[in-house]
């Protein structure tokens, strides 16, 4: 893994770690928080990198030390790094993190560090352990031994069990002003006319906006909102549409590109205009406007959350799909 150092609009907390460190009043178990996309993980490297390393600087890890050289090689043994398990057949993404991986984990940082520095573990995402691996980490949190750091990330850190919240310090990463944002974004795009529209799509969240330029479910939001225009005016069968779409996009694309569309149809009916994200579909979004009114958007809306909810937990897609677009019609 490379070393690189953290981003611009982390340096705040990252300034609080080195002074920590420097004070010797290092916590040992960590929660970092922030939006999906803020840049959590990359954050992360360079703090696992850092406190690894055998010749750390207020910069971050050195990049030379033997440590440095195994953290780059992928193969620090004072390193783990927990997350849902994929089955090998199937390809499927558990959506828990169990309790026999947390307990190889724990056994992992009762040894002794190999290099004789620190031992890093990372939990991503700490929020989908479930309540038997959260209790089995418990005892860890509480007495860890010396140089051993844990690391929980999350979206969603009032998801975690109280007891684990109290047993850490919660670092929160914020979100960057829009010009750190945009002169992050800018360089690596393929089409720097589209970063206003990307961070406006992603809240301002950085990594996000990267990954959404390649999303399909972004590159196809005129058309999307086009089909819906169709269904509404019934000049099309909604059962046709569902089916042609759900050929199209998958459900985790094809919901939250729906759910956007309808929450800024929303805006446009009360007037707020200038809050809508999808602002370069501003003539399509009006005529969905003239045709919904507030409370069958605020309806439709809710369908979409729901649905993304039971998608996640392996409910079929493609009933929730027919019956969206039949509610629309
Ligand atoms: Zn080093």
Redesign the pocket.
């Known amino acids: 893994m490379k070393i690189s150092s953290v981003f611009p609009w982390q340096q705040a907390v990252w300034q609080l770690l080195v002074q920590s460190r420097a004070r010797q009043t290092m916590p040992h178990a960590f929660i970092f928080s922030g939006l999906s996309g803020v840049g959590k993980l990359h954050f992360t490297h360079a703090v696992s990198a850092w406190l690894l390393?055998?010749?750390?600087t207020a910069l971050g890890?050195?990049?030379?030390?033997k440590?440095?050289q195994l953290w780059q090689a992928e193969s620090h043994p004072d390193y783990r790094f927990l997350q849902a398990m994929t089955d090998e057949k199937t390809g499927k993404t558990s959506r828990m993190i169990k309790v026999d991986q947390v307990r190889e984990l724990v056994s992992f940082l009762n040894k002794s560090a190999q290099l004789n520095g620190y031992r890093v573990a990372v939990i991503q995402p700490a929020d989908i352990l479930n309540i038997n691996a959260a209790n089995s980490l418990l005892k860890t949190l509480e007495e860890p031994g010396a140089n051993t750091a844990i690391i929980l990330l999350t979206d969603q850190p009032l998801a975690l069990l109280p007891t684990i919240r109290s047993r850490c310090q919660h670092f929160s990463l914020s979100l960057p002003s829009t010009q750190q944002a945009k002169d992050w974004l800018l360089p690596q795009l393929k089409k720097p006319e589209q970063a206003d529209l990307l961070l406006r799509l992603t809240e301002n969240a950085p990594l996000a906006a990267l990954a959404l330029q390649d999303a399909a479910g972004f590159q196809v939001r005129a058309e999307l909102a086009q089909s819906m225009v169709a269904v509404v005016e019934r000049k099309v069968s909604a059962l046709q549409t569902a089916q042609q779409w759900q050929k199209n996009l998958k459900p985790e694309e094809l919901l939250p590109a729906l759910q956007l569309l309808l929450a800024d149809t929303l805006l446009m009916v009360l007037g707020q205009d200038s809050a809508i994200k999808n602002s370069d579909l501003l003539p399509i979004i009006r005529v969905l406007a003239n045709r919904l009114s507030a409370t069958r958007l605020i309806e439709l809306h809710g369908d979409c959350v729901e649905s993304q909810r039971l998608v996640a937990a392996n409910i079929q897609a493609n009933l929730l799909l027919d019956s969206f677009w039949q509610r629309l019609q």
């Open positions: 390393c055998q010749q750390p890890a050195c990049g030379q030390c440590s440095c």
